[in-house]
């Protein structure tokens, strides 16, 4: 039954190019229109998505560099009031200690 489907697909097309050679020749030039439109269209999205990739990884370079200095300034505030308060830094790292040390055992 599909074979008798497309024998009459068939049929109907080469009646119809019989008819009007101008339908065929349109049809191939629609054809050969949606190629170009689905490639054009792929090399949109494709720059598009190679466009997003680099201001993603442009985002992620610029949030890694100020973490960096985040931490490096944190890191040296933490060495300074150490060695500014080393016996207060020593009494809250005993605190601490003792603190989780209780926690823990519950």
């Known amino acids: ?3 008798s489907k497309t024998t009459q697909a068939s049929r109907k097309k ?3 190019a019989m008819k009007d ?3 065929s020749s349109q049809i191939e030039i629609l054809r050969a ?3 170009t439109l689905a490639s054009t269209v792929k090399s949109q999205a494709k720059m598009t998505a190679n466009e997003k990739v680099a201001t993603a990884r442009k985002v992620a370079a610029d949030t890694t560099d100020t973490a960096k200095v ?3 300034e944190l890191t040296s505030n933490a060495e300074t009031q150490i060695r500014e308060n ?3 830094s020593v009494a809250i790292a005993v605190g601490v200690g ?3 040390g209780a926690l823990t055992r519950r």
Do not use: G, H
């Open 1 to 3: 039954m599909a074979t």
């Open 86 to 88: 080393p016996l207060t």
């Open 21 to 23: 050679p101008d339908i």
């Open 33 to 35: 229109d949606i190629a």
């Open 14 to 16: 080469n009646v119809v």
């Open 98 to 100: 003792l603190l989780l």
């Open 70 to 72: 985040k931490y490096e």
